[in-house]
């Protein structure tokens, strides 16, 4: 409940900072002065209703929308087997957690990978691949569980929820203030839209929006370094080590879809430019994070 407060609060403070800064700048006078017609106040209002609701029901619908995309079973204390003991794994790290028991799942699938989602630290779901089962050992599996365990307790699905609402705020209001400038400044529309209006505002967007998923980027790569930390917490540094080595021998990542792709502990690889957009650091250096840092006792 505090996270879904401070996502809401988030949502306001967006709003007021750009207005204080429009009237600091003079950027209204300076826009009223040059024909531009614009309500920002009203835009304001519409860019965070748009980029923040979209956000809120992406993050709301999450699990749902998890459990059909990747075909997960549920399973309980009544499992037998693997699945048992995976449930009692993630039970007891929640426990150390201090957060709620998560729903937990298989999905088929060869690679080795897990991820864990949800709206509420108290209701989430972790999630593992039968090729996590099946290619590593319990003391792998057990790290892995730590890591998405660790992911919940430290709200990341929220946060990024938050962060992504506030870049798509920004990204929807600053476009469409470019592309009234150019359209009444440069092209003289007086009245209603002109063809430079909509194609600025498309070019604006999309420059931005790549712009806006680097931060995001950055963000869940920054966030990953902290869920090893807590895998390690949970269940031994050595053992975390010994997990990402165990990721690094499989075979070429295959990124989960949508959103989850950032939930999960594996991520696709990528150099230069492309780096820029990975949601995982490599392998190589999270391991090097690891061995370098003790881990602490509290997540």
Avoid: C
């Amino acid at each position: 409940m505090t996270r879904i407060l401070l996502f809401l609060l988030t949502n306001a403070a967006v709003l007021v900072l750009v207005s204080v800064v429009f009237r600091i700048f003079g950027i209204e006078s300076l826009l009223a002065e040059n024909g531009v017609d614009l309500n920002l106040q009203a835009l304001l209002v519409l860019s965070a209703a748009i980029g923040f609701g979209g956000s809120l029901i992406s993050l709301a619908l999450s699990k749902m929308m998890a459990k059909r995309a990747m075909g997960v079973q549920l399973v309980d204390q009544n499992s037998g087997g693997d699945a048992r003991w995976l449930f009692e794994t993630v039970r007891r790290q929640a426990e150390q957690a201090g957060i709620g028991m998560p729903e937990v799942g298989i999905f088929r699938s060869d690679q080795p990978n897990a991820f864990a989602t949800g709206m509420r630290r108290d209701s989430a779901l972790v999630a593992v691949s039968t090729g996590l089962l099946h290619h590593m050992q319990r003391e792998e599996v057990e790290a892995v569980l730590g890591h998405e365990v660790a992911h919940v307790a430290n709200g990341d699905m929220v946060t990024m929820g938050l962060l992504q609402g506030v870049v798509n705020t920004f990204v929807i209001f600053l476009s469409r203030v470019v592309g009234h400038v150019v359209d009444r400044v440069v092209f003289k529309t007086e009245r209603g839209y002109g063809p430079a209006y909509f194609l600025t505002t498309i070019i604006a967007q999309v420059f931005l929006s790549l712009l806006a998923t680097m931060v995001v980027m950055w963000f869940s790569r920054y966030r990953e370094f902290r869920a090893d930390e807590g895998g390690a917490r949970l269940a031994g540094r050595n053992s975390m080590i010994r997990a990402l080595r165990a990721l690094q021998r499989a075979h070429e990542p295959r990124d989960m879809p949508g959103q989850l792709a950032a939930f999960g502990i594996l991520g696709g690889r990528g150099q230069g430019l492309k780096a820029l957009f990975m949601s995982h650091p490599p392998l190589e250096q999270r391991i090097a994070a690891l061995e370098s840092d003790p881990v602490g006792s509290e997540i």
